[in-house]
């Protein structure tokens, strides 16, 4: 191989992670395994060109390959999501949501997006985000009696603080979201909607989740994620906000789109259409709520008592008497990746939070079920109750390690 010849630093690092990845047990809600052909995509010719601008309106020489394949792109988006225009060129999610908001906001205008703490994003209003930093960035929450979206709530604090935007969705949110109702607050108040769906996107276009599309004026996405394609972002928006949105991305935040990421979520695009995408996306959540079913009869509190969606999160501190750091850093140890995770009304900070988070995309990607659900609720259970015990750590990490050579991945592709 080129770069194990020319820097073999950085190919042995690359290593490092192959291993790292088909070995573990990835539970971060948030990651997902790529399939070879998005690889092949994103590692092509497709980076070395610039092409600002938009299809047919290129600022420079050479793009009539270019503009064919995010024709592609855009028009796989709009047919997939159900929507009337699809802008492709956002590097991630949070550029997505800064050019929604770039397009229709002034600085200074009011946001009403999900607390932080309670399981909104940091572009939907966190103080150390520009969301929060630009704009007077308000917050609702879930209730303190089940831990759910009070709609009635938000209602009141939209009605009486008359945001120019409001934003549904959520980043640790294990509950449908019912963007029907958020439609009705926002016409109430006189708002802008925005579907942040980063997290739910495969389940949305499987049918698992009530799209958005129908009701928000404007709806983001990643396409990693549920989508299980390469890491970026995506806009969807009704006719009306196309030539704002466009001229949000660019030139507004961004210039030249990173092409060969653009041909990756093509094709990611066109997998999400197959009915094999629907079938894996019913199996996440069938995973989820088993693992979760199977954490809550050992112990564990869930937070809102269970999911209906490809995560949960975990109260460790109430159920446990642990923290999400302490818990993330056992578990890591034992080849099990988490994220420490805030829960509601959380009397920790970010940094140690009372909680982990969990999602199964990524194993189900590797073609995990019930079964192994039960083995992994149990690999979790034995690291924490022993969450000092390092020697135990590593022998855990083994039995992972011998549970993942059952389900290969890119092991199939390299050789590990």
Same mark, same amino acid.
């Given at each position: 191989?080129?770069? +194990?010849? !020319?820097?073999? &630093?950085? $190919?042995?690092?690359?290593?490092?992670?192959?291993?790292?990845?088909?070995?573990?047990?990835?539970?971060?809600?948030?990651?997902? $395994?790529?399939?070879?052909?998005?690889?092949?995509?994103?590692?092509?010719? =497709?980076?070395?060109?610039?092409?600002?601008?938009?299809?047919?309106?290129? @600022?420079?020489? /050479?793009?009539?390959?270019?503009?064919?394949?995010?024709?592609?792109?855009?028009?796989?988006?709009?047919?997939?999501?159900?929507?009337?225009? +699809?802008?492709?060129?956002?590097?991630?999610?949070?550029?997505?949501?800064?050019?929604?908001?770039?397009?229709?906001?002034?600085?200074?205008?009011?946001?009403?997006?999900?607390?932080?703490?309670?399981?909104?994003?940091?572009?939907?209003?966190?103080?150390?985000?520009?969301?929060?930093?630009?704009?007077?960035?308000?917050? $609702?929450?879930?209730?303190?009696?089940?831990?759910?979206?009070? $709609?009635?709530?938000?209602?009141?604090? +939209?009605?009486?603080?008359?945001?120019?935007?409001?934003?549904?969705?959520?980043?640790?949110?294990?509950?449908?979201?019912?963007?029907?109702?958020?439609?009705?607050?926002?016409?109430?108040?006189?708002?802008? =909607?925005?579907?942040?769906?980063?997290?739910?996107?495969?389940?949305?276009?499987?049918?698992?989740?009530?799209?958005?599309?129908?009701?928000?004026?404007?709806?983001?996405?990643?396409?990693?994620?549920?989508?299980?394609?390469?890491?970026?972002?995506?806009?969807?928006?009704?006719?009306?906000?196309?030539?704002?949105?466009?001229?949000?991305?660019?030139?507004?935040?961004?210039? /030249?789109? =990173?092409?060969?990421?653009?041909?990756?979520?093509?094709?990611? =695009?066109?997998?999400?259409?197959? &009915?094999?995408?629907?079938?894996?996306?019913?199996?996440?959540?069938?995973?989820?709520?088993?693992?979760?079913?199977?954490?809550?009869?050992? /112990?564990?509190?869930?937070?809102?008592?269970?999911?209906?969606?490809?995560?949960?999160?975990?109260?460790?501190?109430?159920?446990?008497?642990?923290?999400?750091? &302490?818990?993330?850093?056992?578990?890591?140890?034992?080849?099990?990746?988490?994220? !420490?995770?805030?829960?509601?009304?959380?009397?920790?900070?970010?940094?140690?939070?009372?909680?982990?988070?969990?999602?199964?995309?990524?194993?189900?990607?590797?073609?995990?079920?019930?079964?192994?659900?039960?083995?992994?609720?149990?690999?979790?259970?034995?690291?924490?109750?022993?969450?000092?015990?390092?020697?135990?750590?590593?022998?855990?990490?083994?039995?992972?390690?011998?549970?993942?050579?059952?389900?290969?991945? @890119?092991?199939?592709?390299?050789?590990?």
């Amino acid at each position: 191989m080129k770069l +194990a010849e !020319k820097d073999s &630093e950085i $190919y042995r690092l690359i290593r490092k992670e192959t291993e790292r990845e088909e070995y573990s047990l990835i539970l971060i809600a948030s990651e997902n $395994y790529v399939d070879e052909e998005i690889l092949e995509a994103q590692g092509c010719v =497709l980076t070395n060109k610039y092409a600002e601008g938009y299809p047919a309106k290129r @600022y420079y020489s /050479g793009c009539t390959f270019y503009d064919e394949i995010e024709d592609i792109a855009i028009e796989r988006a709009k047919a997939l999501f159900k929507a009337e225009h +699809a802008n492709v060129q956002p590097h991630s999610g949070s550029s997505a949501n800064m050019a929604v908001f770039y397009a229709v906001l002034n600085i200074g205008d009011t946001i009403l997006g999900m607390d932080i703490a309670h399981g909104g994003h940091l572009t939907h209003g966190a103080k150390v985000s520009f969301s929060g930093k630009f704009y007077r960035a308000l917050g $609702y929450t879930v209730s303190s009696k089940d831990e759910m979206l009070d $709609y009635d709530e938000i209602r009141r604090i +939209a009605l009486r603080e008359k945001p120019k935007m409001i934003i549904a969705g959520a980043s640790a949110y294990s509950r449908i979201i019912d963007f029907k109702k958020f439609r009705e607050i926002a016409d109430e108040a006189g708002a802008y =909607l925005m579907a942040d769906i980063a997290h739910i996107a495969g389940l949305v276009v499987a049918g698992l989740h009530q799209s958005p599309v129908e009701y928000a004026d404007f709806v983001t996405t990643t396409t990693h994620k549920t989508l299980r394609g390469p890491r970026g972002g995506l806009i969807l928006c009704k006719k009306q906000f196309a030539r704002k949105i466009d001229s949000a991305v660019f030139p507004g935040i961004q210039g /030249g789109p =990173l092409m060969h990421v653009i041909a990756a979520k093509a094709v990611a =695009l066109k997998n999400a259409m197959s &009915e094999e995408f629907k079938e894996y996306q019913v199996q996440i959540i069938r995973n989820a709520k088993h693992l979760s079913n199977c954490m809550g009869k050992r /112990g564990y509190r869930m937070v809102s008592g269970g999911t209906d969606n490809h995560l949960f999160l975990v109260d460790l501190l109430s159920s446990k008497g642990i923290t999400g750091m &302490e818990a993330q850093e056992a578990l890591e140890r034992s080849g099990i990746m988490v994220n !420490k995770n805030l829960i509601p009304f959380d009397t920790k900070g970010p940094n140690v939070a009372s909680g982990i988070r969990i999602g199964t995309p990524a194993i189900t990607t590797r073609g995990m079920k019930e079964n192994e659900m039960e083995l992994i609720c149990d690999l979790i259970d034995r690291a924490l109750k022993e969450i000092d015990n390092e020697s135990l750590h590593l022998e855990i990490k083994e039995e992972v390690k011998a549970l993942c050579k059952k389900f290969p991945f @890119y092991s199939r592709i390299y050789q590990i």
